[in-house]
């Protein structure tokens, strides 16, 4: 259920919900989607057990939501995300007086789990470069965007709606950083190494050129017919390399950001330094690539140790 055939109570409040969401905490649009996906959902459960008042929406609704969900199969990580976004709808609605209690105080979902995530290895970010540079050699425009799309990614840790945000004046060539607009709207300069700022170069000279069109504006990287380039068609060019190199479970371009934060820490660079280069609020999120390095550490040990 959408929220155009929401009852109009609801429909309101989820209106309401997302202006919130945009006006006052801006968020990305991804984000919005991601929250108003799941207050639709939690609003469509709720009128499809008959409730069409928000107030009559409880603990025991909520509960029962996560419940059908999580007996659907749904993972526990989207579990856990739906109940920190009901948490924070019911607070907004406390605040805007839509109701008089929050009954998401004790809504409590499944942990998350602590998986650690899909890291390549330098040999294998080395056969992707490879094959990128190859392709690019032939001086095709999309060939060459692709190769310095990736060589950004894994040199600078970005997220990829943060790749496809870049303008041209975002780049300082002479000092190798970028300005990216990361989550929150926060702005943080990152820097990148030679072998990107190649790419980009090559890029800028005899890419961008042949796909720029009026509409193209100062977009950095540019899809087939000079708009900028789509998150989905980033993710499909890292996910068809990563697919290609059959020894992999790493998949889509955080995998990129979670190898290059970990390859920063395997050659010993300081965590709070990561932190800000990824724009972690919280270094309790950074901190998670120290158990990845920690992992690879044990796994050599093992494989190489006598009495391992």
Known sequence: MDGQSLPPEFGRAAEGFRRYLEAERARSAHTVRAYMSDVESLLGFAAQEGTTDLRSVDLGTLRRWLGAQSESGMARSTLARRAA????FTKWAL?????????AL?????KRSKSLPGVLHQRQISRVVDELD???AEGDPLSLRNRAMVELLYAT???VGELTGLDVDDVDPDRRTLR???????ERTVPFGVPAAVALDDWLRRGRPDLVVPLSGPALFLGQRGKRVDPR????????LLEALGDTAATGPHALRHSAATHLLDGGADLRAVQEILGHSSLATTQIY??????RLRNSYRQAHPRA
């Open 85 to 88: 976004t009901a948490r924070s």
């Open 95 to 103: 605040r805007e007086e839509l109701i008089q209690s929050d009954p």
């Open 106 to 110: 004790r809504l409590q979902a499944p």
């Open 134 to 136: 190859a392709a690019a």
């Open 157 to 159: 840790g970005i997220r």
């Open 180 to 186: 990216v607009l990361g989550k929150g709207n926060k």
């Open 233 to 240: 068609q980033v993710r499909s060019v890292v996910g068809n």
């Open 290 to 295: 120290t158990h990845v390095s920690v992992e």
